[in-house]
């Protein structure tokens, strides 16, 4: 009954799809749905510069989230603390680590782990940060990267060696 229940609802899923008349929007690279995104962008833009307040409301916000002084959030893996960061230095990104007892002294000593930037300018892709999932407790630690195109909402997968600071090769990939 179930299994009935779960076929009727992708069934009817995809025919709601198939009369959905914006469907066409979601082909994120096609001229005609970034033509239809940019115009909006530009209405949106417009309305919210003619708001009171909006340029030095602007400004602020630019100077907090561009300040090395902001709290870098971090995520806890052997020891080490691991964040992503991005700055003017680095507009795509860098997943960079520091040992866990300088950072919770306010003194951290950052090593870059993957520098997204480079990584775009090497492959000669657009690459944008998604996630990263650790094996845990183990002496070569790896991880799987979800890392997407342009900005898509399509992630790749590829594994990659804390212990290298690399992509494994001929590691698990999942285009």
């Known amino acids: ?16 799809a198939q009369d959905d008349p914006h469907q066409w929007l979601e082909a994120v690279q096609d001229e005609k749905a970034l033509a239809f995104a940019a115009t909006h962008s530009q209405r949106t833009e417009a309305m919210l510069r003619a708001t009171p307040g909006f340029e030095a409301l602007r400004e602020g916000l630019h100077e907090v989230l561009a300040s090395p002084a902001r709290l870098a959030p971090v995520n806890l893996h052997g020891g080490l603390a691991y964040n992503f960061w991005r700055d003017a230095a680095h507009p795509r990104g860098i997943w960079r680590r520091t040992p866990l007892a300088a ?23 657009a690459w944008n940060w998604g ?12 991880c799987m990267l979800a890392l997407s195109r342009g900005g898509g909402d399509a992630k790749v997968f590829r594994e990659f ?15």
């Open 103 to 125: 950072y919770r002294a306010g003194k951290p000593q950052w090593q870059t782990v993957l520098d997204l930037d480079q990584l775009s300018r090497d492959e000669g892709e």
């Open 1 to 16: 009954m179930r299994r009935l229940l779960c076929m009727g609802l992708l069934i009817a899923g995809a025919a709601q």
């Open 131 to 142: 996630s990263a999932s650790c094996q845990h407790g183990v002496k070569a630690p790896r």
């Open 161 to 175: 060696d804390l212990g290298r600071l690399a992509f494994v090769p001929g590691g698990f990939t999942l285009p």
